[in-house]
């Protein structure tokens, strides 16, 4: 790259300003989007099962992704990544279109109004007002968590962990298929960390992608390049239909889209800004309204491509810890993303379990920060611990964030402590209680 890009480069990003250099970031954003690459096909897949044409959603999923990094990327100059969030969208496609009944492009509209509502918080203190309330003991209860969630996620995809009848979960074949491709890479991506290589989650994928080819994990190669079609995108974009949204009886529909997404979104950016550095002297997290701002951008222009909800990714701890620092860390997963539309055959030979190991590498970077928990005061480390345990094992971030709100201020209060709460806490734990009485 020639002296001018990179001092233009600097300019834009202050590199300098945050220890980084331009090989830094880009390799930071090729390692985030190889480790979120597969919501291209499965959001596409799920949508599809509520009658959403696959082909469609797959350009609308790409497009969505573009927009919300790229959001993030120029209002906050922070390495996240945003896409079609795991979880809304099995929401969307399961429990409101096909479980309620609700057209998906009345569901798109709702995701709209969501959006829109997003927006209007994130330009006033509200929803920054939301993420910064979160105590420093819960922060970095959830910031482990959420480590524990991607790694649980990445067993799951490598077929390590497997469901079971009788104890919920049970262990995998790790010797045969998926498992022996994660378990490899999983070794090599573990000792090139170790040894402090350079791209060493990047590595682990692509070797663990080459092994797949020895044992028929990965699919054969059927091709390099695949024109899209904008034919297909135009069965969803702009399908929406905001006026039947805007039904009465769609309220509980959008609060419930509302109250989810917002409460997953503070998780992840919590998580990863603590991963990275970001938070700070009080627990804070600077330029958390731009932040939230982005991501209600993602969302609303989501809704208007033809997919569900866009928020951002807790696959974005993949590219922080590789070193990935500033916005052009997004920067370049967008470019990625885009070139991913006329790369759809390569693309898709990167097997799940071909990113597993880097969900479980970084999941085991996350855990640390339990650390910084003041381990001599019970009343942090409960909460903390419920916060961090719930999330793996109820499959979500939010749900993990609720009950960490519910038993933080009853614990405090009861013990003494209840003046060092903040007001908003306590709202927040009975507004979690409501939630899941009326759930």
Not at 23 to 36: D, H, L, P
Request: no cysteine; hydrophobic share 55%.
């Amino acid at each position: 790259m020639s002296s001018s890009n990179e001092g233009l480069l600097e300019d834009m990003f202050k590199l300098e300003k945050n220890n980084t250099d331009v090989k830094t970031e880009v390799i930071a954003g090729f390692t985030t989007f190889m480790t979120m690459a597969y919501i291209i096909f499965v959001n596409p897949a799920i949508l599809s099962d509520a009658g959403m044409p696959f082909d469609g959603v797959f350009i609308a999923t790409i497009m969505g992704a573009v927009l919300g990094t790229l959001a993030m990327a120029f209002l906050t100059n922070y390495p996240f990544a945003l896409a079609s969030g795991m979880g809304l969208n099995a929401f969307f496609a399961y429990s409101v279109v096909i479980g309620m009944g609700v057209p998906w492009q009345v569901a798109l509209g709702i995701i709209f109004l969501e959006g829109i509502l997003f927006i209007i918080l994130s330009v006033t203190p509200v929803r920054e007002m939301i993420v910064n309330s979160i105590p420093m003991a819960l922060k970095t209860g959830i910031s482990a968590g959420i480590g524990l969630f991607i790694a649980f996620i990445g067993l799951q995809n490598a077929g390590i962990v497997v469901s079971d009848q009788a104890t919920l979960v049970a262990m995998g074949n790790i010797f045969v298929g998926p498992g022996l491709v994660a378990l490899l890479g999983l070794l090599v991506t573990g000792i090139l960390h170790a040894r402090k290589v350079k791209g060493a989650l990047l590595w682990g994928i692509l070797i663990s992608t080459a092994f797949g080819w020895t044992n028929g994990v990965t699919p054969a190669f059927s091709g390099l390049f695949a024109m899209p079609q904008m034919a297909d995108w135009s069965e969803v974009l702009f399908k929406l239909d905001i006026v039947s949204a805007l039904d009465i009886g769609m309220i509980g529909v959008l609060l419930s889209f509302l109250f989810v997404d917002m409460f997953d979104t503070a998780g992840t950016l919590v998580g990863v800004s603590q991963q990275a550095g970001y938070l700070d002297e009080n627990g804070d997290l600077p330029k958390a309204s731009n932040a939230l701002l982005a991501d209600a951008i993602g969302t609303t222009g989501g809704a208007l491509f033809g997919t569900s909800t866009v928020t951002t990714y807790v696959e974005s701890a993949s590219g922080v810890a590789e070193g990935g620092r500033t916005g052009l860390t997004g920067v370049v997963v967008s470019i990625l993303f885009f070139l991913a539309l006329f790369f759809k055959p390569l693309i898709g030979i990167v097997p799940a379990a071909a990113t597993a190991p880097a969900l479980i590498i970084v999941g085991t970077m996350m855990m640390t920060n339990i650390t910084k928990l003041d381990w001599d005061d019970f009343t942090e480390i409960l909460p903390a611990f419920v916060a961090m345990i719930a999330m793996p094992l109820t499959y979500s971030i939010s749900n993990g964030i609720a009950l960490g709100f519910i038993v933080y201020p009853i614990i405090k209060l009861f013990t003494g402590k209840g003046k060092d709460v903040h007001w908003l806490v306590y709202l927040l734990g009975v507004v979690f209680i409501f939630y899941f009485i009326v759930h």
